[in-house]
T-cell receptor
Framework: KAGVTQTPRYLIKTRGQQVTLSCSPI?????VSWYQQTPGQGLQFLFE???????NKGNFPGRFSGRQFSNSRSEMNVSTLELGDSALYLC??????????????FGPGTRLTVT | KNQVEQSPQSLIILEGKNCTLQ??????????LRWYKQDTGRGPVSLTI?????NTKSNGRYTATLDADTKQSSLHITASQLSDSASYIC?????????FGSGTRLLVRP
């Protein structure tokens, strides 16, 4: 079974631009979560989608948005990029939404650098 | 406030030695606790998941313990190998959200 895939793996953008990251979950998984990881803040939860609906959202500004398609693939978008948005963006998929002991599988991440 | 604290922040050990990483949490309501291993530049990989009723769980050379009364967990690595060099992240699930610790960076030296 193929793992979680994220594209692109690396991205360099300029302040003020917008960016779209893509995540393909493991086949059969309906839940996709997004995380931001920086050296200073560690892993922080962005949002979670289940069956095309956003079920949970972290404490990030509205510049961060996402969506999920009917095939469970998900995209996240960051508008008006700031230098502080430079981070590793991780996507994770699971079969069910937050049931006890559900297993979450992470992708390799997209390294975003904002200059 | 829901928080997960890990110690130490970093650790250096010699290959073959054992080590224990700590995780303290103030999270309510508690659902489960997970330990992840993250190699540099890669996504985290799950090592163990423990629910309230589980005290110990092993995955090869990794053994996690959970004391729900004191809200503490530990991850014990036995006979460390160079490939154990990574960040180890403690994550607590509460109210359908995951709360992440800042991780312990482990370096295993030959």
């Amino acid at each position: 079974k193929a793992g979680v895939t994220q594209t692109p793996r690396y991205l360099i953008k300029t302040r003020g631009q917008q960016v779209t990251l893509s995540c393909s979950p493991i086949s059969g998984h309906r839940s996709v979560s997004w995380y931001q990881q920086t050296p200073g803040q560690g892993l922080q939860f962005l949002f979670e989608y289940f069956s095309e609906t956003q079920r949970n959202k972290g404490n990030f500004p509205g510049r961060f948005s996402g969506r999920q398609f009917s095939n469970s693939r998900s995209e996240m978008n960051v508008s008006t990029l700031e230098l502080g948005d430079s981070a590793l963006y991780l996507c994770a998929s699971s079969q069910r939404q937050y049931e006890e002991s559900y297993e979450q599988y992470f992708g390799p991440g997209t390294r975003l650098t904002v200059t | 406030k829901n928080q997960v604290e890990q110690s130490p922040q970093s650790l250096i050990i010699l290959e073959g030695k054992n080590c224990t990483l700590q995780c303290n949490y103030t999270v309510s309501p508690f659902s489960n606790l997970r330990w992840y291993k993250q190699d540099t530049g890669r996504g985290p990989v799950s090592l163990t998941i423990m629910t309230f009723s589980e005290n110990t769980k092993s995955n090869g050379r990794y053994t996690a313990t959970l004391d729900a009364d004191t809200k503490q967990s530990s991850l014990h690595i036995t006979a460390s190998q160079l490939s154990d060099s990574a960040s180890y992240i403690c994550v607590v699930s509460a109210s359908y959200k995951l709360i992440f610790g800042s991780g312990t960076r482990l370096l295993v030296r030959p």
